[in-house]
């Protein structure tokens, strides 16, 4: 029998001032000073020099600002006394030395998602840390709520993670980041694994004798004794091991890779060698098993439909986890658009593009904009009929969040740059029956995909404005094309009240994009611009 390649589940060490590896963090916020948590954060920036890892280095980049906008908040020192941050600080009431601003607020963040995005161990700490003091003083953001379960999830700690998700959902109305979902797929995931695992405890009997024993050990036994053929002694082991890891509550991706590897391991017992889909083999003859077969015996090729019942669930949960459960794959029934369809649809009409701007929020412009053949809105668009009307005939969407994807519409375009991001959005976020039109794949990135326009020629990632603009002024099939209330954020947002907090990015270059706009303008008012 081929030899398995060595892993082993970790055991959960002691407990510690923060979370350990190997054992999942807790519900409750660790109440954390603004002042320590500065520290901390100067203290990793200076880990970070000369990182070529372009994750650190944006993290990195976030950090100076982060630190550079907190010193031009606090008074200046007085001449030859060191930095506040790098001075052991003196002891005074908790949480009286720094009061977090909103000018802190905002960079404090971005270095959160940074170091998440980063993964690995250090950054997560650092991240969750930033999530606790932000909560330690603002019990009730939002944004610090969404962050601590997104950096629980992925340190393995679900259930806390969904306690923190549970209490961002209470505090919005609008779920813009599919939050919802992602719950019911974590609580759905964590049901089919617990069935996954009963099954297995239900199948082998003798593992329970393991489970008080070190997970390392059971682990490296079962491994040694499966390489050497026997499978009746390294079952039990294997499995002991594995709840053993679930007793002493592990991380959910340590157990996830303990069971990939125990089915793996299963499967090649059972005779089915890889994944190629070639029929499988018995690895022991007939007369090599005895007449009567225990309920421990090595499955083979009788064992393939408890197999595939444990594939199954496995798959089943890792795909819930991810995308959460979906009710109705088809969507509704939507039908999907392809770049002439859209045309053909759009052919002939009027059509309008209102921004999600406090130009138009503060306009009295509602029932001209009704009065177009279509309306278009983006994002997380707001309904003030006397000022913005009431109709959205196409929503355009960056894919990244959910915003009025509830909202029906007639035709839904969804934005995104990366062909898998944008997939997975759709799986996640889609609402059935909120649209009769959605754009299929050729309309997913029209400037890069559609014109062809490469960085060298535009820089900038293209907003979705943008890149429904330039699709229309593409296509030129409308009599009249207008522009509602697009004065690149120069009057600030005017957008549903959960997305007023996200900032507008920096990685638009709005510059750019009203300068091809004005260009091809026929004519321009303060609320209006014509390109046809």
């Known amino acids: 029998m081929t030899k398995a390649r060595t892993r082993w589940p970790r055991q959960r060490e002691a407990e510690g001032p923060t979370p350990p590896r190997g054992t999942a963090p807790t519900a409750g916020v660790d109440a954390t000073d603004l002042e320590a948590c500065l520290s901390a954060c100067a203290a990793h920036s200076a880990k970070l020099v000369a990182s070529l890892d372009r994750r650190r280095t944006a993290l990195a980049e976030a950090l100076r600002h982060l630190l550079a906008t907190h010193a031009a908040t606090v008074p200046a020192a007085s001449a030859g006394s060191p ?101 019911a797929g974590l609580r759905e995931g964590a049901r089919l694994q617990a069935e996954l695992v009963r099954r297995l405890a239900d199948s082998c009997p003798r593992a329970r004798d393991f489970t008080d024993r070190s997970v390392t050990d059971s682990w490296a036994q079962g491994l040694e004794l499966h390489a050497r053929g026997e499978w009746d002694e390294a079952r039990p082991r294997l499995i002991g091991a594995l709840l053993a890891q679930i007793a002493t509550d592990a991380p959910v991706g340590e157990i996830r890779q303990t069971v990939s590897h125990y089915l793996g391991l299963l499967r090649e017992d059972t005779g089915i060698a890889g994944g190629g889909g070639s029929a499988p083999t018995a690895r022991r003859t007939s007369a090599a098993r005895p007449a009567a077969a225990s309920p421990e015996d090595p499955p083979g090729l009788s064992g393939l439909p408890e197999l595939t019942a ?184 005017y957008r549903l009240p959960a997305a007023m907090r996200m900032p507008i990015t920096s990685v638009h270059e709005y510059t750019s994009e009203k300068a091809w706009v004005m260009e091809r303008a026929q004519s321009v008012t303060d609320t209006r611009i014509r390109l046809r």
């Open 310 to 493: 444990l594939t199954e669930l496995y798959a089943e949960q890792r795909r819930v986890r991810m995308r959460g459960p979906v009710d109705d794959p088809t969507f509704g029934g939507v039908c999907w658009l392809t770049l002439g369809e859209f045309r053909n649809r759009i052919a002939g009409k009027s059509i309008c593009l209102i921004a999600n701007s406090q130009r138009v929020g503060a306009s009295s412009l509602g029932p001209e904009i009704d009065a177009y053949d279509l309306v278009v809105r983006f994002n997380s668009y707001r309904i003030d009929p006397a000022a913005t009307g009431r109709r959205t005939d196409i929503h355009v969407s960056i894919h990244k969040h959910g915003f009025n994807w509830d909202q029906y519409v007639d035709t839904r375009l969804i934005f995104g740059g990366i062909s898998g991001d944008w997939k997975y959005s759709l799986r996640n976020r889609l609402v059935p029956g909120a649209q009769t039109y959605l754009g299929d794949e050729s309309l997913r990135w029209p400037l890069r995909d559609i014109g062809r326009i490469g960085r060298d020629a535009w820089p900038a990632i293209p907003t979705s404005g943008f890149n429904m603009l330039w699709l229309l002024d593409f296509l030129d099939v409308s009599p009249r094309l207008d522009l509602i209330g697009f004065d690149f954020y120069e009057s600030g947002a």
């Open 83 to 183: 930095p506040s941050l790098l001075r052991r600080p003196a002891k005074t009431p908790f949480g009286a030395a720094l009061v977090l601003g909103d000018a802190l607020m905002d960079p404090l963040l971005a270095v959160g998602n940074k170091a998440l995005e980063c993964g690995y161990e250090g950054e997560m700490k650092l991240a969750l840390m930033i999530a606790d003091t932000i909560l330690t003083q603002r019990k009730r953001s939002r944004a610090g709520w969404r962050l601590r379960a997104r950096v629980l999830e992925a340190m393995g700690a679900e259930t806390a993670a969904v306690t923190a998700y549970e209490r961002y959902l209470e505090l919005t109305e609008d779920d813009g980041f599919g939050v919802g979902a992602k719950v």
